[in-house]
């Protein structure tokens, strides 16, 4: 999906130097969001499930072109590309449960003999890119959809002493947004924009044991700065 991003802008930027005007808009974002999911851990056929809420704030970069070349009303699409550059990471959970004894070799523990063990995990997600269309209703008044990938790392303490996998998760991300634009090419963009994320599943490095998460989904508000040259 990335190659083909970067493709895509580099034909699209390429063809825009070759013309008398650019069309090619640069800025900075800052967003803050509210965020939900559910989780499930299911460990020797034991599943837990519960629902988290939270908020989040950060930064993004982005650079995008105006479809001008294209007939109708096609030439008031433009083709973006958003990068957060930063690390978003979840709080910290720790959960106390009883626990057989000799949990790192479950075969051989003693059938009756328990124990209380803690377990703490976070988790970690980066690079997260968003491919969008806009397209512009009026001067100022613009729609915009997309897709929207980051990887997702878990980090974790077990008593098993094992450990979760690493993946990367897919979405869709559609928004409503309000620009001023000055005629020097600086502009000011207002956005209200709600993303929902594929589900995810990972395994543990020495267990069947999975822990997967559903329903990832957020709204944000966003206010963007930049330039269109």
Known sequence: MKKITIAILATLFSYSIASAELGVSIGVSGQVGVFSASGTESENLEKQSQDAHGAAGYTSIFIEKKLSFLPGPLARLSIGFDHVPETLSSEEVSTTRTDLTGAVDRSVAIQGVTALVTNTAKIDFSDLNTTYLAFDITDSLYVKAGMVSVDVETKEVLAT?????????????????????????????????????????????????FVEMKNLEGAMGKISVGKTF
């Open 161 to 209: 002493g094992s450990t979760y996998g690493n993946t990367s998760i897919d979405g869709t991300m559609y928004g409503i947004g309000f620009a001023l634009n000055k005629d020097n090419g600086l502009f000011m963009r207002f956005e209200a924009n709600h993303t929902e994320f594929d589900n995810a599943k990972v395994t543990a490095s020495n267990t069947d044991n």
